[in-house]
């Protein structure tokens, strides 16, 4: 793929090395291709297309859920299973302090590479996933612990198999006790947020989202095909649909914005970390001077309010 | 090219032939007054099929209206609608979404996807919703969502119980995310109602699939489903593909998921009103005499 930024960056590494090597002051040029640089990192980072961030979130180099968590949470301890004969990979859960405060997180987690993909099933959790993260929910709640969530998946996984053990059941469920666990849940989108499969552990009293991250009722090119039965219109679906986080939060859906690396998260996971940390910890402490029934009504509204007029 | 060489050229020309699309057989009576069963293609007179519940003797279950259902299920007179809910018509600027509303209200006289209201079943209150697949496939998306929860908040408040028929494709595709988010607002009002003691049946009906199944389709006290009606999460081809073979041909109906442990029980139309009935009594339902 061509990349204007990284020819100019290779232009003035070669520029430096004669300059260093031959003694001569190339300073004016370097100079001009450093303005140049800048220029184009804004043009291209400052103009970005949904179409665009949709292939940032897809990025294979994008933290996921564990690259976070190893930034954020370095006591995290991560506890397995759904006691009913199965431990999904797709989703991980576990416990961690957050500024000193018992959390417990639970997340999507794709693969970084082929052979973890297909032990992860690329992110995309069957109903045993989602039923290892309710466990997971209802051992906070009994111990009064906030709920932190990543949101990383394509969707939950459509197989046979899925479908006989009741994926719509598992996350039907997931949402129902979600609506009223009695303490703090913070969601935040990290890469996509594919439709029901995200909301299965989405339901939230706060939802952030990455910068670049996406969260959709379908894919763009799902939306393209049914809705104009051609799959190439995925870009213009990628508009229509308001699929990133600016759109999103614009219809009152996302909470906030967590502004990215220049350039995407994947350039810095460390640095991206400690964009989010700060939001993640305000946000908590806020959720977490609420009373009880402060919270379970905040929860309620957030979600009655969306797509009403007036309430 | 003169005359002749026209002549020539028009004999000369290889044969085509033209394709005849195939026909319907013309046995179709005139609209109305006979109905085909499209299982076993029996030709009913559409006044006993109706008279039958709609049912084909060979237990093919024909779609159903809202309104019909209604009238099927809850005592004369007794069905007070509710008020639709107070939505944004179309959250997300979608191109032609307005026209192609307008254009289902014409079509089926109602004025969205759902009829929800208060009705009573042999003198047993009940909060009743309906779901209505003609319109815009039965797709959920605000309208749909926020008239589903307001019902189900009013049962709570009334300690009434809520049977909900669901007939949808799914999400709202014109309505994005507002769409998706209707699923956590419909799951937190029957959440609300389900601690406040209260009995909530689902009656799956065809068809009911991704994100109405994914929410408040699965969320009865009781979960059952019409004979043949299909239910699933993912769509069929979509699960071919994944899984590259060949799914049986009774893959996602109801039976199937009844010997899969998804479901309580199929129940015959013939029976909707006496299950139902049954169900509201045993569970402390009261007659209220108007």
């Not at chain 1, 417990?104 to 993260?133: D, L, S, V």
Request: proline fraction near 4%.
């Amino acid at each position: 793929m061509f990349d204007p930024i990284k020819e100019v960056n290779e232009q003035l590494g070669k520029l430096r090395e004669t300059a260093e090597t031959k003694g001569i002051d190339l300073s004016r040029e370097m100079r001009h291709l450093e303005a140049k640089l800048h220029r184009l990192e804004k043009d291209i980072y400052g103009n970005i297309k949904p179409w665009d961030r949709v292939q940032l979130a897809r990025n294979p180099k994008r933290p996921t859920t564990l690259d976070y968590i190893a930034q954020l949470f370095p006591d995290f301890i991560e506890l397995h299973g759904d006691r009913h004969g199965y431990d999904d990979a797709a989703i991980i859960a576990g416990l961690a302090t957050l500024d000193g405060t018992p959390v417990t997180i639970i997340g999507h987690q794709r693969g970084r590479n082929t052979k973890e993909n297909m032990h992860r099933n690329f992110g995309m959790p069957h109903p045993e996933g989602y039923r290892k993260a309710l466990r997971f929910m209802k051992q906070a709640e009994k111990f009064n612990r906030p709920v932190i969530t990543f949101i990383d998946t394509k969707g939950a996984y459509p197989g046979k198999a899925a479908e006989e053990r009741g994926q719509s059941e598992a996350i039907a469920r997931n949402l129902f006790e979600m609506a009223t666990l009695k303490v703090p849940i913070i969601s935040i989108v990290i890469g996509e947020g594919g439709s029901g499969g995200a909301l299965g552990i989405g339901v939230c009293d706060r939802l952030l989202m990455l910068e670049n991250s996406t969260y959709s009722v379908i894919s763009p090119e799902g939306a393209a095909a049914l809705l104009w039965k051609d799959a190439k219109l995925a870009e213009r679906a990628a508009e229509t649909m308001k699929i990133t986080a600016q759109d999103l939060l614009n219809l009152g859906i996302v909470d906030e914005v967590v502004t990215e690396v220049f350039g995407g998260a994947h350039i810095d996971v460390s640095l991206q970390s400690s964009l989010l940390k700060p939001v993640l910890a305000q946000h908590m402490m806020e959720l977490r001077g609420r009373t009880q029934n402060e919270l379970l009504q905040g929860r309620a509204a957030k979600y009655h309010q969306i797509g009403t007029i007036g309430s | 090219m003169n005359e002749g060489e026209a002549m020539t050229a028009f004999f000369k020309r290889p044969k085509r032939y033209m394709p005849l699309r195939q026909r319907e057989p013309k046995i179709d009576a005139p609209q109305g007054l006979m109905t085909k069963c499209p299982s076993c293609k029996y030709m009913h007179y559409t006044k006993q099929l109706n008279e039958n519940h709609k049912v084909c003797d060979c237990g093919y279950h024909f779609p159903l209206s809202a309104d019909e259902r209604i009238r099927m299920l809850v005592d004369d007179q007794s069905f007070e609608k509710f008020a639709g809910p107070l939505v944004k018509e179309n959250p997300l600027n979608f191109p032609d979404y307005e026209d192609k509303l307008e254009k289902d209200r014409e079509r089926t006289g109602i004025e969205e996807a759902i009829v929800c209201g208060r009705a009573t079943i042999d003198g047993l209150s009940v909060v009743v919703c309906v779901m209505d697949a003609r319109f815009r496939m039965g797709s959920m998306g605000a309208y749909v969502g926020e008239a589903i929860a307001s019902a189900v908040r009013t049962a709570t408040k009334e300690r009434l119980p809520v049977v909900l028929f669901t007939a949808s494709g799914g999400a709202r595709m014109q309505e994005g995310m507002v769409s998706l988010m209707q699923m956590a607002n419909t799951s937190i009002a029957l959440k609300q109602h389900d601690e406040a003691g209260l009995l909530y049946v689902a009656y799956l009906t065809h068809p009911t699939t991704g994100g109405v199944s994914a929410s408040f389709a699965m969320l009865g006290d009781v979960n059952v489903a019409e004979p043949g009606a299909l239910i699933g999460f993912a769509g069929r081809r979509i699960i071919e593909q994944t899984i590259r073979e060949k799914l049986p041909d009774n893959f996602q109906t109801a039976e199937f998921l009844l010997e899969a442990g998804q479901l309580d029980a199929v129940v015959h139309r013939e029976q909707m009103r006496s299950f139902l009935k049954k169900m509201i009594e045993l569970h402390g339902g009261e007659v209220h005499h108007v």
